[in-house]
């Protein structure tokens, strides 16, 4: 009876924990989506939509595979905000130095024009090439408030004095502030691939209901990435990336708009009709899947092949963006379980 009795406790703790356990990861797959940078609302609402799923499965008397799956699918998500979030910030920490360097070109290009500006110029100038031989982002932005300062006190001591090469600075500086807005709100393209980005391509998205032809979204994404970024580093991942944008290149050439939607997320938008654009999908799932790419560690080569799912949706008209992204997104989980595993 003791033994009974006390399996009966141990039962109804493990409930409590368990329940515990599933309050806490109910809370963080609440949260996880806030972590995506305001210029991800669709990995957000993709983020959400994944995890409110992997959550319904723990409600009532979850498997020990559906706990196994909740947290992988926990993990990828997290994993995959957290590129994104790297790889915005990247774009923009890149444009912003490159907007420094240009403005300190400008500068001392500008600065000889006139003496009774030269001495001022020439220490506004002195400190934007500083500026852009720093590397530290946030030590940059600091400086950078310090000299911009600087330079609007120059241009306005030269506005009082009526010089006409005022008018002309003024144009220069307006011009310059325009980039680092833009620097500041990100770059349209992904430096890694040469593709457009996810801001690039959701602005393209929101013009498919102009068009007067059909339209598919397509959505290609590498099969375990994660893993064989994991296994073989983060040099061969890129490569594998470049290879992909290669192939979708050549297979889309004029007739359609790529971009690089996520870590390993490949985004197209092209006219025709969606089974055209499916065996499309099936021919580059095929050459990618047929290809063998190599890895080298110390003077041992690897081979190496990988899966790419793929998943395609036409657009209905009257329909959100959303709906169609989620139409592609369900498309591509339902040809990923056809893949060998």
Known sequence: MISIRRKIDESEHFALSFQALAKVFLGL????????LPANPELSEQCKTTLRRAAEKLQNAPTRSDIDEAGATTLTQLDEICRANQSALEERDAALKEVVTTVAGA?????GRGERHESSLSKVADGFESLARINDVNELRR???QNVAQLR??????????????????????????????????SGTDRLTGLGSRREAERHMQKIPKCKRPVCLLLFDIEGFRDINAHYGNIFGDKLLQALSHTL???????GTLFRWGADEFLAIAE?????RMDQCRGICDAFAGSRYSS??????????????????QYIPGETMEDLYRRARESLERNRLSLPR
Do not use: C
């Not at 797959?29 to 995506?36: D, E, G, Q, S, T």
């Not at 500068?107 to 600065?111: C, D, M, Q, Y």
């Not at 290149?249 to 007739?255: A, L, P, T, V, Y």
């Open 29 to 36: 797959a609440a949260a996880l989506p806030k972590a995506a």
């Open 153 to 186: 006190q120059s241009v306005e001591q030269m506005k009082r004095e009526s010089d006409e090469s005022v008018r002309q600075f003024e144009t220069q500086i307006r011009t310059f502030e325009q980039r680092l807005e833009a620097a500041r709100k990100g």
């Open 249 to 255: 290149k050549g297979r889309f050439s004029d007739e």
């Open 296 to 313: 080298f560690e110390g003077s041992t080569k690897t081979s190496i092949s990988a899966l790419l799912a793929a998943g395609a949706a």
């Open 272 to 276: 025709g009709s969606l089974a055209m």
């Open 107 to 111: 500068i001392s290009g500008f600065k």
């Open 143 to 145: 400086q950078l408030h």
